[in-house]
């Protein structure tokens, strides 16, 4: 069983940066992990994704060049750095865990998942 808590979420202006940090319960090295968000009426997309080992990335369209996913396996911790924040990023994020090598993209197929954080920027 693993325990996700998100932590960095906040209101900022158009242009800025927030980082967003993810740390679990448990030992990570043996999940891969994801950070999704879901705007008011929408449905939950994926943001970023990373490898167990951290080796392999995966981002939504719409975030690439601006967000980037990293992770600490000693530290058991995720982080998501974003920069060049839009009005459109304006959701609740969440960080999500599942036992796996590489990382899925579908919300789905993920077990485990944190309470989330609210994101906001302003225009």
């Known amino acids: 069983q693993v325990q996700l808590v998100e932590s960095g979420g906040g209101l900022v202006q158009a242009g800025g940066s927030l980082r967003l940090s993810c740390a679990a319960s448990?030992?990570?090295?043996?999940?891969?992990m994801g950070w999704f968000r879901q705007a008011p009426g929408q449905e939950r997309e994926v943001v970023a994704a990373i490898s167990r080992s951290g080796g392999s990335t995966t981002y939504a369209d719409s975030v690439k060049g601006r967000f980037t996913i990293s992770r600490d396996n000693d530290k058991n911790t995720v982080y998501l750095q974003m920069y060049s924040l839009k009005p459109e990023d304006t959701a609740v994020y969440y960080c999500?865990?599942?036992?796996?090598?590489?990382?899925?993209?579908?919300?789905?197929?993920?077990?485990?998942w944190g309470q989330g954080t609210q994101v906001t920027v302003s225009s």
């Open positions: 448990g030992r990570t090295f043996s999940y891969a």
């Open positions: 999500a865990a599942v036992k796996a090598v590489v990382q899925p993209t579908t919300a789905r197929l993920y077990d485990y």
